[in-house]
């Protein structure tokens, strides 16, 4: 039955299915999906007026204002456990280069016409690094203007940059989960491989075409 | 302290929008006289009296200042500086530091909870401390350094130009015991035009550099000093010579967020759009390569 097509829910694994994440790999990702969520919802009550009802969420404003920076670091610490585990993959080779070209082709759906991806496609890879340096900044900044803790320690212009930079880096962090987000609705099969671990062999070759033979030693 | 006077309110923070002001009261102002302050911390004794504050006891650092700094329950401190003139003689400026009530305040600006800053329509910019959330973006934001962060109850606190005596027509505590009337308090006209008459006579005393301190980059403030030395305010403990609101707390607080509000709805946008044009992106339909058991 070679034009079976996969089916987003219900489908049962088949006996050929191929793992692309590990239970501890998930367990990472979600973790770190539920304390994005916490951190970035917290953050943006007091991002601008219109979304300062999320308080509710936190147990009012003060108790968000305690949270947030508390939920930041619990996101930072399982992006590294999660990026320790992946950033390897994520390496940006020659290849790269001409897929990320292609990158137009592959949204309008002809991915065939990009040099075949890897475990992770350019645009992966990219995504990867540009949330490490979100991440990053969000940390190094949060800590600047950490009170009571931790502002009184800097001078106040560098208090004033790091806010802003803050704000930048937090709106840097959501587009990209939006369009990760986005990604995973878009190409079918995805959400599965991370929440059960496994794809089908036709989802491993049509979009990760070299972790394919990667992983099957086939052709 | 609570809102007093709520149907005059001018500026009200992180609120979008028109804030209750269908009662308009006169612009008001303190107006501190360097020239005749003497130092000897009355004020600093009525504020803590009539607000019912009591600092601990600080340690002597060494000069005047005392207590050593604004704080959550000091909301106003003598700032003494030895200052030497061009022509040798020393000179002990004395400034009383505290809110200015400045008429575009930073504080106000950067606070993210709604209605714990406001704005009477007579100047005076209040702290809400039951609205309070305890971020300190206030003290990111004022220009002058003058919010502090209550270790007590992680909330902030600054003088309030008694805005409760004010509502009922007194004068605030500082002005009623300054024994020399170097601190005068009225209608911010009134007060400009009583400083103005103060400058002259201080340049005829020779000051020539005698004027007024309402700085412009802040929209003026409604507490106002005359200055001996109004070209060089820095002088007198640091006195910012011409603040204003930094670019980076007004592009934080102004264009940013609405663009990056914007900017998250269209990404989500062009999700749902690309999504309607292309279609889920599905395996290929390809013919299995050898030996593929999917078959």
């Known amino acids: ?219 | 302290m609570s809102s007093l006077q709520s149907l005059d309110i001018t500026g009200r923070s992180a609120t979008t929008t028109p804030s209750p002001s269908a009662r308009n009261t006169t612009e008001v102002a303190k107006l501190i006289d360097i020239s005749k302050c003497i130092g000897c911390k009355a004020c600093q004794v009525a504020c803590s009296e009539w607000n019912d504050l009591r600092d601990a006891i600080g340690h002597n650092v060494g000069v005047y200042d005392n207590p050593a700094d604004l704080d959550a329950e000091s909301w106003t401190v003598m700032r003494f500086t030895e200052y030497v003139e061009e022509d040798g003689r020393l000179e002990w400026l004395i400034r009383k530091d505290g809110c200015m009530h400045c008429a575009d305040p930073g504080c106000l600006k950067a606070c993210p909870s709604p209605g714990a800053i406001v704005q009477y329509s007579n100047g005076i910019v209040d702290f809400i401390e039951e609205h309070c959330i305890g971020c300190g973006s206030c003290i990111t934001g004022c220009p002058f350094n003058v919010p502090r962060l209550s270790k007590k109850d992680n909330k902030v606190y600054k003088c309030t130009l008694c805005s409760d005596r004010v509502s009922v027509g007194l004068e605030p505590a500082c002005v009623k015991t300054c024994p020399t009337g170097a601190i005068t308090f009225g209608s911010k006209e009134d007060m400009k035009e009583h400083a103005a008459e103060r400058i002259v006579d201080l340049k005829e005393r020779g000051y020539q550099n005698a004027g007024l301190y309402d700085p412009p980059g802040v929209g003026g403030t409604h507490v106002m000093y005359v200055l001996k030395h109004a070209d060089k305010p820095e002088i007198y403990h640091g006195l910012p010579a011409d603040p204003s609101i930094s670019p980076m707390v007004s592009f934080w607080k102004g264009a940013f967020k609405p663009v990056a509000l914007a900017a998250m709805g269209l990404t989500a946008l062009a999700g749902v759009l690309h999504y309607l044009k292309v279609g889920p992106k599905e395996p290929h339909d390809e013919p299995p390569p050898p030996g593929d058991r999917d078959a």
């Open chain 1, 1 to 219: 039955m070679t034009s079976r097509r996969p089916r987003e829910t219900a489908m049962p694994k088949p006996a050929d299915a191929i793992v692309r994440y590990t239970y501890a790999e998930r367990a990472s990702h979600w973790l770190l999906v539920i304390s994005f969520f916490l951190a970035a919802l917290s953050g943006l009550a007091f991002f601008h007026p219109s979304l300062f009802w999320l308080t509710n969420f936190f147990g009012g404003g003060p108790w968000t204002k305690i949270l947030h920076p508390f939920l930041g670091v619990a996101m930072a610490l399982f992006f590294i456990a999660l990026a320790l585990r992946v950033w390897h993959h994520n390496v940006i080779k020659e290849a790269d280069k001409e897929w990320l070209k292609h990158a137009g082709d592959v949204m309008a759906g002809h991915e065939e016409r990009a040099p075949p991806a890897g475990k992770y496609n350019a645009g992966q890879k990219v995504l990867f690094w540009l949330l490490a340096l979100c991440v990053l900044g969000l940390v190094v900044t949060g800590f600047v203007f950490w009170r009571p803790y931790f502002a009184g320690a800097f001078p106040i212009w560098l208090v004033r940059l790091a806010t802003l930079l803050h704000a930048i880096a937090a709106t840097g962090l959501i587009l990209l989960i939006i369009g990760h987000i986005y990604m995973s609705l878009w190409t079918k099969g995805s959400i599965r491989a991370m929440t059960q671990g496994w794809v089908t062999r036709s989802w491993a070759r049509s979009n990760h075409p070299a972790w394919y033979r990667e992983v099957t030693k086939e052709r």
